[in-house]
């Protein structure tokens, strides 16, 4: 099956500069995810989407992140305006959702590397 | 706060060399124990996962994995060690009742010398 695509792969930008992501997840998985990996650290999710319904935002920074899941598929997040200490890697992730979630995981993709200069 | 901790940042062994990377979380109730790893300029990828049953866990690539539910412990371990398990490992943990959220550890880098 195909994995979760995601798009830049890098991305380089000045503070205060917008930037988006963008990610298509495995098909049929209900469950989406973004990551923020800051080097040096383990991932930490930013937002959770059950189809195109937001689960969990608690550690999304609301005043400069958002993110989206029209029709429940695909999924942008935005950074508007991008700060230095926003570099990171920014992971997207899908699961099948419920107690598939608990027993298999996720599946990732390869991220998109951001720098913030 | 609850959390996932890793007990070493950085590891180095020369290969052949045996491998135990710690994990301990801080969650109560049932939890899922997942490690990941991620190979130089690579996405995430799973090595193993417990759920329940035999709490020694076999995964990819000859790792393995204790789980001891008194020690809150989820040790990853391999006999010997190649050049080419030289990556970041991530242990990851989905508590009870918190809506399938993975959490993560800080990752601990392997290098392994040829």
């Known amino acids: 099956e195909a994995g979760v695509a995601q798009s830049p792969r890098y991305k380089i930008i000045e503070k205060r500069q917008s930037v988006a992501f963008w990610c298509n997840p495995i098909?049929?998985?209900?469950?989406l995810y973004w990551y923020q990996q800051i080097l040096g650290q383990g991932p930490k999710l930013l937002i959770q989407f059950q189809n195109n319904g937001v689960v969990d935002d608690s550690q999304l920074p609301k005043d400069r992140f958002s993110a989206e899941r029209l029709k429940g598929v695909d999924s942008t997040l935005k950074i508007q305006p991008a700060k230095l200490e926003d570099s990171a890697v920014y992971l997207c992730a899908s699961s099948l959702g419920g107690r598939y979630t608990s027993n298999y995981g996720y599946t990732f993709g390869s991220g998109t590397r951001l720098t913030v200069v | 706060a609850q959390s996932v901790s890793q007990h070493n940042h950085h590891v180095i062994l020369s290969e052949a060399a045996s491998l135990e990377l710690g994990c301990n979380y801080s969650?109560?109730?049932?939890?899922?124990l997942f490690w990941y790893v991620q190979y130089p300029g690579q996405h995430l990828q799973l090595l193993l996962k417990?759920?329940?049953?035999?709490?020694l866990v076999k995964g990819i690539k000859g790792f393995e994995a204790e789980f001891i539910k008194s020690k809150f412990s989820f040790n990853l371990r391999k006999p010997s060690v190649q050049w080419s398990d030289t990556a970041e490992y991530f242990c990851?943990?989905?508590?009870?009742?918190?809506?399938?959220?993975?959490?993560f550890g800080q990752g601990t880098e392997l290098s392994v010398k040829p």
């Open positions: 098909s049929g998985h209900a469950t």
């Open positions: 969650y109560g109730g049932t939890v899922n």
């Open positions: 990851a943990v989905i508590p009870y009742n918190q809506g399938g959220k993975l959490i």
């Open positions: 417990y759920f329940s049953g035999d709490p």
